[in-house]
């Protein structure tokens, strides 16, 4: 080997442990970014002449498990969607409460149920008239409150959805602009590690929102598509379509056109079942709960309003109402129409003719809603009539629960079983999509970067620095002894 040779080949190991000593440190110094992955240095034999100079720079690559990647978006997609079903229905149930708490639906009924019977025990007593009157509004009161609550769940839902397609479009973009700069800094052959680990990161915050499969193409781009085949990003990004609906009522769903659903490129996709393309990711369970969960629990409340409307209303309990006219309990005001059952929990009144707030009398209580004037103050038989209709066993003329007959404490009851229920399989899906998550990105860590692996090759590196550098004093030596014989 000459002299040459000899020097060639050490400033190129000088310069090749250089570099890796950078991307190393680079792999500690990032070993907790998001995005980031283990840098590698390539390096092959510098050939000139057939001659070998010493060694070159083949490039850096990138060490990342593309299917575990791919795993582990899904999985994160999936976490998403069951946080938001599982964080809706644990509303629902604190909105209903336990039968422990005060002021829960069924201490609501309780409390009625107890005025009901005190009051007909002393018929004549105005304070136990007058707390049958207060009960009873304190029960539609309750109803009209759980309905105003799952009404401001579908409507914080929209809003979501808004914010959540607003920002894959952001994102979609910004892919888009990377896969651009890829296209050039692959052309001129630069390192482009920094440009990956952001479409990286980029790739990762829209799979939290919606679960998607990258496909690698030309020159470091890629296209995006969700799990169910809908474009995000081929060549140029996708443009998705939603509108806010900013005030929601019960009878507004999708279908009938008065919330909206998502498109792509113009083009209207469905937003859920099994040809839904968003499924999955917190967008998908963002429309499961404005479009599914939160109008099944409505309609289930509904059904409870419509049974205690119609109790009430029944010829046999009151015979002073004049036919068609409304019970204890009435539809804002009016007779129930069983046509329009949709929202009626939060239209729920009591009967004017027998609430003094609004002008009634506390006898109708007693006498009848129809009475004129007051009766004897010791009749407790319209009374009993009341309480009996409560507890007694009718029919289900709702579709919300199973057909059968039931008292009205049992139908509240099974509606707060049927929501601690869906609560509880809710939560359970959460915990086992966070392990599944958690286990997943524990297997990716694993194959990502290990501190302790990266000091010791920095310790190597080190070394060959050092073997290189004393190759070079070496040769000057050499070329200085040289000089001074041949002087």
């Known amino acids: 080997m000459s002299v040459t040779s000899a020097l060639a080949g050490a400033l190129s190991g000088l310069s090749a442990t250089s570099r890796q000593a950078e991307i190393l440190s680079s792999n500690v110094a990032n070993a907790t970014t998001p995005g980031y992955a ?4 390539g390096l092959g034999a510098a050939v000139l002449a057939g001659q070998g100079q010493g060694v070159q720079i083949l490039g850096v690559t990138r060490d990342v498990d593309r299917h575990l990647l791919g795993e582990r978006r899904i999985a994160q997609a999936g976490g998403g969607d069951r946080d938001v079903r599982a964080e809706f229905l644990a509303r629902l149930e604190q909105t209903l409460g336990t039968p422990d708490k005060a002021g829960s639906l069924a201490a609501r009924l309780a409390a009625f149920d107890q005025a009901l019977v005190e009051a007909a025990g002393r018929p004549e007593s105005q304070a136990r008239l007058q707390a049958v009157a207060v009960t ?4 539609t009161d309750g109803l009209a409150a759980a309905t105003d609550d ?3 769940a579908r409507a914080t839902a929209d809003r979501r959805i808004g914010e959540e397609v607003g920002r894959l479009n952001t994102t979609i973009s910004q892919l888009h602009e990377l896969n651009v700069e890829l296209r050039s800094f692959t052309g001129a052959g630069r390192d482009i590690s920094a440009l990956l680990d952001e479409r990286q ?4 915050q829209i799979s939290a929102i919606v679960p998607v499969r990258e496909i690698p193409r030309d020159l470091n781009q890629i296209a995006l598509y969700t799990v169910g085949g809908a474009p995000l990003l081929e060549g140029s990004p996708a443009i998705i379509g939603f509108s806010t609906t900013h005030t929601i009522t019960p009878e507004m769903t999708q279908a009938l056109g008065g919330l909206s659903g998502i498109t792509i490129n113009g083009q209207p996709y469905a937003t859920a079942g099994t040809a839904s393309p968003i ?7 963002l429309f499961a709960v404005r479009d599914d969960l939160a109008v099944s629990a409505q309609g289930k409340l509904d059904a409870v309003a419509r049974d205690l ?6 010829a046999g309990v009151d015979p002073t109402l004049i036919p068609g006219a409304p019970g204890l309990f009435t539809d804002a005001g009016l007779a129930f129409n069983p046509l329009d059952e949709a929202g009626l929990a939060g239209r729920l009144r009591l009967n004017a003719l027998a609430d003094p707030a609004q002008g009634g009398a506390l006898f109708r209580l007693r006498d009848g809603l129809g009475s004129a004037t007051e009766g004897p103050p010791g009749n407790g038989a319209l009374l009993n009539a009341l309480r009996a209709a409560l507890t007694t066993t009718r029919p289900l003329a709702s579709t919300g629960f ?3 007959s039931r008292s009205f404490a049992t139908l509240t009851g099974d509606l707060l079983s049927d929501v601690s229920a869906r609560r509880l399989s809710a939560q359970s899906d959460q915990s086992f999509a966070a392990a599944k998550l958690t286990a997943l990105a524990d297997l990716e860590a694993q194959n990502g970067i290990d501190t302790d692996q990266e000091m010791q090759e920095l310790l190597v590196i080190e070394r060959n620095y050092a073997a290189n550098a004393k190759v070079i004093q070496a040769v000057a030596e050499m070329i200085d002894t040289l000089i001074r ?3």
């Open 485 to 487: 014989l041949d002087g």
């Open 201 to 204: 990161r980029l790739v990762d």
């Open 309 to 314: 409307v119609e109790r009430f209303a029944d």
């Open 150 to 152: 799952i009404q401001a």
């Open 279 to 285: 499924l999955g990711g917190t967008l998908g369970g």
């Open 38 to 41: 283990r840098r590698q240095v």
């Open 402 to 404: 199973a057909a059968g």
């Open 136 to 139: 009873a509004q304190a029960l």
